[in-house]
């Protein structure tokens, strides 16, 4: 089992920044890609940024320019900076890690951006 608990939500102001924080604990073998994945109020849940255990990342089109994943891969802690926020980054933030057989999600971090 993995335990993911993510730290750093909050209310900022559109413009603003926030580091949003990601820490595994548990069975931490093998573990390959994290990501970060957001989910707003009635819509479905998206993939925000991601990065494998090498350091190869990804990120959504809306974010792009203005997010950066990073990840420690001796603490298996995972970062998301995000700058120049927008009030459609408003939503729910989860952490996720997979492994090749299977993947584990933390409980969540509100995000919200005031315009």
């Known amino acids: 089992q993995v335990q993911l608990v993510e730290s750093g939500g909050g209310l900022v102001q559109a413009g603003g920044s926030l580091r949003l924080s990601c820490a595994a604990s548990?069975?931490?073998?093998?573990?390959?890609?994290m990501g970060w994945y957001r989910q707003a109020p009635g819509k479905q849940r998206e993939l925000v940024a991601s990065?494998?255990?090498?350091?190869?990342?990804n990120y959504g089109d809306s974010v792009k320019g203005r997010f950066a994943i990073s990840r420690d891969n001796a603490r298996i802690t995972m970062y998301l900076q995000m700058n120049s926020l927008k009030p459609e980054d408003t939503a729910v933030y989860y952490c996720?890690?997979?492994?090749?057989?299977?993947?584990?999600w933390g409980q969540g971090t509100q995000v919200t951006v005031s315009s």
């Open positions: 548990g069975s931490l073998f093998s573990i390959g890609a």
């Open positions: 990065i494998t255990s090498l350091g190869d990342t």
């Open positions: 996720n890690i997979k492994r090749p057989w299977d993947e584990y």
